[in-house]
């Protein structure tokens, strides 16, 4: 008799549900009618755990988006750095790109667009959306006269420091390459790392390397090797691998800088056993506004540019920078102009929202007048108004291969395991090997 | 069920899901490897077909070498620590006090992932806050070495944490090999006065010679194809100091976009282990197996 119960029981419960299912469903073809529902994939790598301000204001992007176009839907797939970069490869091989996703400019592109996956974005741009560009920032994800991307982000690389630390010895903000090596003997004879410096990752030593280049030679002296109209073996690319020997020797870096990942070096600096620190604009936030760093410390952050060196041709307003990630649409998306639309749609949005939001720099003009802004950053923004020249980091600019060699060199050179001389050399022949 | 299996069909049909998935998952790739291994590929576009021009810039490439090399090396070591594990197995399957607990001890560092492992040790092998170089700065080095920046340690000082990671899975295979030998055979050993080393050497050790042969095939080639724990705490690094077979093909496919030339090492990586698991059946090869 129970066992009866129980069988009865269980096919009214399976009733109802079926029931509530198959009823759900008409309901949900009934509203569709009328018009095409889309669905559109967006891959992007800002998960919520690690870039909570980043990932709150795409969702509402995408949430305002949907709100004016009920027939698309944007589903997302998030993915950390490493990860998207190689799924993101393998999506690419096998022809299945997400209809929206992330790109970095110039190396990373090149195959992607020389496959024929991205598809060209002019038509958005010159549909109005290029005034709104800081002028310069498209180009590095241009090929062939075509825009593949749209960039998000701009960057710049100052040299932050430690106020305390610099009061409690004196020391002034230094204006020439000499009194920056001043500072330097300074901080060395009184026991204090000078500067902080992850060499595991490499591209960190690229750019100590990548500015002293551009103050002796000029801005152009280092683009025009990598792209083959100069050469490497210039003498005031010689000179500038010369003078990172110079300040390795002095000790300079902290201990142990090329077994030290980025994050480590960041960890000395913000431990305050360490008073410079060279890195992109990108981590302004964690300087200014992040409360999971104690307010002492970011008070007593600032920040300034590299010095001039005396007799060198570069000027002290050309920076280390460039774009960061930018907006592709796949060739192969069955949806292409709502996917245009998107994009077009979150450059806009995100121009507007993300320095005050998330204290990204965005590619796109920001007007600092009516905008409450930490000092550091309208700082930082005027100072990209008075830009001379912004020059591409290094490892971007070359093709992969080359790039990695440049990376390993440089990882040689900080550890005084090769001749500047040969780093010239052995870059010269990369470069020429791999164009 | 004896019946039932003597039917041909019937055991083809129970062995087919898994041949299915063998071949699908393990041997269609390595076909597939070694002909992306004859292409020019930078893992996205067109593919050209090059022949053997990839291993014929793979016997010239000194970098490759030289992480063939780095990766012999691990070996090589791997396999010299087999002995350290043997001796102490043997002390633990001596009916020690706490055998238990200490085998479970050992186990440990066998069932963190090998990125934890790799945080854990970056920490030890920090160069200011340390705990190797706070330690040796204590007793007075004045200098302590840069674990993981220095080009001419740092391949041992992460073979250190590799080693670690492993003691406890080969102590553990060890241990039940000595602990599966028949007390009868131990007691009339010591019965006939034989003395510990004896007992170890002439006795223990000959009986579980089987299972020391699969261990050190398993260090072999588990040393020639390693990656993960390298990869996180170096990268390679600096300037390919640390390079071992693995990590140079992932440099070379994912970082350089050279996946037709990452293949061809993938593959060399393939014949390399193969190679090396029939050279060492056939140096331990014996003519006898013991029973018991």
């Not at chain 1, 790392?193 to 030593?205: E, F, S, V």
């Not at chain 2, 102590?171 to 009868?184: D, E, F, G, T």
Request: aromatic letters at 12%; one cysteine or more.
């Amino acid at each position: 008799m129970l066992k009866k119960a129980h069988t009865i029981l269980w096919l009214v419960v399976l009733m109802l549900v079926l029931a509530g299912c198959s009823e759900k469903t008409t309901e949900k073809d009934t509203e569709g009618k009328g018009e095409e529902k889309v669905t559109l994939t967006f891959m992007h790598l800002w998960p919520a755990g690690s870039s909570k301000q980043h990932n709150m204001i795409v969702n509402e992007i995408i949430q305002e988006f949907e709100a004016e176009n009920p027939n698309v839907k944007i589903k997302q797939e998030i993915l950390e750095n490493e990860q998207y970069k190689n799924k993101l490869k393998v999506l690419g091989a096998s022809n299945e790109l997400p209809d929206i996703g992330m790109t970095w400019a110039a190396g990373f592109l090149e195959p992607y667009a020389k496959g024929g996956l991205f598809t060209p974005l002019d038509d958005l741009l010159d549909g109005g959306l290029r005034e709104n560009f800081v002028s310069g920032t498209t180009e590095p994800y241009a090929l062939d006269g075509k825009t593949y991307a749209l960039p998000l982000e701009l960057n710049i690389t100052p040299i932050y420091y430690n106020k305390g630390i610099f009061e409690k010895y004196n020391l002034e903000v230094p204006k020439t390459y000499d009194e920056f090596k001043q500072v330097v003997q300074v901080l060395v004879d009184n026991g204090v790392a000078p500067i902080a410096l992850g060499n595991k990752d490499r591209w960190t030593g690229s750019m100590w390397y990548m500015y002293l280049a551009d103050r002796i030679g000029g801005a152009d002296t280092l683009k025009n090797a990598i792209n083959g109209s100069g050469t490497f073996e210039d003498p005031s690319l010689v000179q500038a691998a010369e003078e990172i020997q110079n300040l390795v020797k002095m000790k300079a870096f902290i201990k142990g800088f090329n077994g030290l990942s980025n994050d480590e070096a960041k960890a000395e600096f913000t431990n305050e056993k360490a008073a410079m620190y060279l890195m992109g604009t990108w981590d302004l936030p964690q300087f200014t506004t992040n409360e999971d760093i104690p307010k002492e410390f970011r008070e007593k952050v600032g920040f300034f540019k590299f010095p001039e060196v005396e007799g060198g041709k570069g000027n002290i307003d050309s920076w280390v920078g460039g774009p960061g990630v930018g907006l592709f649409v796949s060739e192969n998306s069955k949806h292409k102009e709502e996917a245009k639309q998107f994009v077009k749609f979150f450059v806009e949005k995100w121009g507007e929202r993300s320095v005050t939001r998330a204290g990204v720099i965005p590619a796109t003009k920001v007007n600092t007048a009516n905008i409450d802004l930490p000092q550091m950053y309208i700082d930082v923004l005027n100072e990209l108004a008075n830009a001379s020249n912004i020059t591409l980091f290094a490892d971007v600019q070359m093709n992969p291969e080359a790039a990695q060699t440049h990376l390993n060199l440089i990882q040689s050179l900080f550890g005084e395991s090769v001749t500047p001389e040969k780093f010239a050399k052995q870059h010269q022949e990369a470069l020429s090997n791999t164009r | 069920m004896d019946k039932v299996m003597s039917d041909k069909r019937v055991i083809a049909l129970y062995v087919l899901p898994a041949l299915l998935m063998i071949i699908i998952l393990v041997y269609v790739p390595i076909i597939m490897t070694g002909y992306y291994s004859l292409m020019k590929w930078d893992g996205i576009g067109e593919r050209t077909f090059v022949a053997l021009d990839n291993y014929k810039q793979l016997l010239k490439d000194s970098m490759f070498w030289k992480s063939v090399y780095h990766s012999f090396l691990l070996a090589v070591f791997s396999v010299l620590s087999l002995g350290g594990y043997l001796v102490v197995s043997l002390v633990l399957a001596g009916r020690i006090k706490g055998a238990n607990i200490l085998r479970k001890i050992y186990l440990i560092p066998m069932l963190l992932s090998s990125v934890a492992i790799a945080q854990l040790w970056l920490r030890i092998y920090h160069p200011s806050n340390g705990m190797l170089n706070q330690f040796l700065s204590f007793l007075g080095v004045d200098d302590p070495p840069n674990w993981l920046a220095d080009p001419s340690i740092v391949l041992y000082s992460v073979f250190i944490p590799i080693i670690w990671q492993y003691a406890g899975f080969y102590i553990l295979i060890y241990y039940a090999a000595l602990k599966n030998i028949p007390s009868s055979i131990i007691e009339a050993a010591i019965i006939d006065g034989a003395n510990p080393w004896q007992l170890a050497y002439k006795i223990k050790l000959p009986l579980i010679a089987g299972v020391i042969k699969v261990t050190i095939v398993l260090a072999v080639v588990g040393s020639l194809k390693y990656f993960d724990l390298i990869y996180v705490m170096t990268g390679g690094g600096p300037n390919g100091a640390s390079e071992v077979i693995a990590s140079y093909m992932y440099q070379k496919a994912f970082r350089s976009f050279n996946f037709g030339y990452g293949s061809a090492i993938a593959f060399s990586l393939l014949i390399l282990c193969i190679v090396a698991t029939w050279l060492i059946r056939k140096l331990t090869h014996t003519e006898e197996e013991v029973q018991y």
